[in-house]
């Protein structure tokens, strides 16, 4: 029996989400957006088990009404129609799903989650995401917990700017990171720590990073682990110099300002160009006592973009839009709670590296 599932938005994640979903048979599909454009796309794909609708996503009502008798609702929308489909899910029924790494959009999320009578399961994407469950999984086999360290990056293979970036996802969902304020846990106590601050340099394989702070990444880990380790934080990955420029753009032009994000959106989009040529890097590195004795462990993985399906999946795509099917597909399945808030680290690492989307990132 298949699951009837509504995407909204069209995008280029919606676009992997699809791509994955729709040839398993198993999911029926409704994919809704405002933009004519992106949905003849879509229909130009004849990705299969799916029919388009064009509707207005910023209307609780009409998304209402649109999610109704569908039992899973995912969100690949821009943050800020978070609050607006989370509530059109939760009136119509549906189990929610998104990828925001916005965080007040979560905190509506998490409220609309107390008492429903559907799954909300916020954060689906890669970091916040994937991030958090590979965390939890390693600090798990610690006695004590001193130090939880996350690095996640999504790089241009072939860096030739002075940026040493090209754009791989929403421009808005990176501005957000950029300039919003960060959770850590810092010697026990949970703080706010400004965004492109404390940045750090490490090799990879022969290869030169830099991190910095960025909002967002740990999801809803800072509440899972609070009392329970000393220092948690989450950074971004970059290639050397990046963090400078954008700093320099951010805060010496104020182009960080809410009002003036529109113009970095329109100087970013205009001057940056896409790319599918690119690599995810994923580095956790967990310090705590084990039998007695102070132990470090790290993760790392690096993700390039593949054919799926007889498309070209930019690293990014693949692991957002896999990330996110996998939740659907545990939650589906019954190997995730059926009601309420559903966080990134309940889920098991070796049930989602299993799964038939997850093995993305056990490749």
Same mark, same amino acid.
């Given at each position: 029996?298949?699951?009837?599932?509504?995407?909204?938005?069209?995008?280029?994640?919606?676009?992997?989400?699809?791509?994955?979903?729709?040839?398993?048979?198993?999911?029926?599909?409704?994919?809704?957006?405002?933009?004519?454009?992106?949905?003849?796309?879509?229909?130009?794909?004849?990705?299969?088990?799916?029919?388009?609708?064009?509707?207005?996503?910023?209307?609780?009502?009409?998304?209402?009404?649109?999610?109704?008798?569908?039992?899973?609702?995912?969100?690949?929308?821009?943050?800020?129609?978070?609050?607006?489909?989370?509530?059109?899910?939760?009136?119509?029924?549906?189990?929610?799903?998104?990828?925001?790494?916005?965080?007040?959009?979560?905190?509506?999320?998490?409220?609309?989650?107390?008492?429903?009578?559907?799954?909300?399961?916020?954060?689906?994407?890669?970091?916040?995401?994937?991030? %958090? /469950?590979?965390?939890?999984?390693?600090?798990?086999?610690?006695?004590?917990?001193?130090? +939880?360290?996350? !690095?996640? #990056?999504? &790089?241009?293979?072939?860096?030739?700017?002075?940026?040493?970036?090209?754009?791989?996802?929403?421009?808005?969902?990176?501005?957000?990171?950029?300039?919003?304020?960060?959770?850590?846990?810092?010697?026990?106590?949970?703080?706010?720590?400004?965004?492109?601050?404390?940045?750090?340099?490490?090799?990879?394989?022969?290869?030169?990073?830099?991190?910095?702070?960025?909002?967002?990444?740990?999801?809803?880990?800072?509440?899972?682990?609070?009392?329970?380790?000393?220092?948690?934080?989450?950074?971004?990955?970059?290639?050397?110099?990046?963090?400078?420029?954008?700093?320099?753009?951010?805060?010496?032009?104020?182009?960080?300002?809410?009002?003036?994000?529109?113009?970095?959106?329109?100087?970013?989009?205009? %001057? /940056?160009?896409?790319?599918?040529?690119?690599?995810?890097?994923?580095?956790?590195?967990? +310090?705590?006592? !084990?039998? #007695?004795? &102070?132990?470090?462990?790290?993760?790392?993985?690096?993700?390039?973009?593949?054919?799926?399906?007889?498309?070209?999946?930019?690293?990014?795509?693949?692991?957002?839009?896999?990330?996110?099917?996998?939740?659907?597909?545990?939650?589906?399945?019954?190997?995730?709670?059926?009601?309420?808030?559903?966080?990134?680290?309940?889920?098991?690492?070796?049930?989602?590296?299993?799964?038939?989307?997850?093995?993305?990132?056990?490749?």
């Amino acid at each position: 029996m298949t699951t009837k599932l509504i995407l909204l938005g069209a995008g280029k994640i919606g676009d992997a989400i699809l791509n994955l979903l729709s040839h398993t048979g198993d999911y029926d599909i409704t994919v809704a957006d405002r933009d004519p454009e992106r949905l003849k796309y879509v229909a130009q794909a004849n990705f299969p088990n799916t029919r388009i609708v064009q509707a207005d996503l910023g209307d609780q009502a009409a998304v209402t009404r649109l999610i109704q008798g569908h039992q899973v609702t995912l969100s690949a929308c821009p943050y800020f129609l978070t609050p607006v489909i989370a509530g059109a899910a939760r009136a119509a029924h549906s189990h929610y799903f998104d990828l925001t790494e916005d965080v007040e959009s979560t905190r509506i999320v998490k409220q609309l989650a107390e008492g429903a009578d559907c799954a909300f399961v916020p954060q689906c994407g890669l970091a916040p995401g994937f991030i %958090s /469950i590979v965390a939890n999984d390693v600090a798990s086999r610690f006695d004590s917990l001193r130090d +939880v360290s996350m !690095r996640v #990056g999504a &790089l241009p293979t072939f860096p030739n700017n002075a940026l040493k970036y090209n754009l791989t996802w929403s421009t808005d969902g990176l501005i957000n990171e950029y300039c919003n304020p960060c959770e850590a846990i810092v010697d026990g106590e949970l703080r706010e720590t400004a965004a492109l601050e404390e940045i750090e340099h490490f090799s990879l394989d022969g290869i030169d990073y830099e991190a910095f702070n960025t909002s967002g990444g740990l999801g809803t880990l800072c509440e899972s682990l609070k009392g329970k380790v000393q220092n948690l934080n989450y950074k971004t990955v970059r290639y050397p110099g990046h963090r400078d420029i954008v700093k320099m753009l951010i805060r010496d032009l104020e182009l960080g300002k809410l009002e003036r994000r529109p113009i970095l959106k329109d100087v970013l989009e205009t %001057s /940056i160009p896409m790319t599918k040529q690119d690599v995810v890097l994923v580095f956790v590195s967990v +310090v705590g006592t !084990r039998n #007695g004795r &102070l132990e470090q462990e790290s993760y790392a993985k690096k993700i390039y973009a593949q054919h799926v399906n007889g498309q070209l999946l930019s690293a990014i795509q693949l692991t957002t839009a896999s990330g996110i099917c996998t939740m659907v597909d545990l939650v589906v399945s019954g190997k995730l709670p059926q009601h309420g808030l559903v966080r990134q680290e309940q889920t098991r690492l070796t049930d989602f590296l299993s799964n038939r989307f997850g093995k993305y990132y056990a490749v």
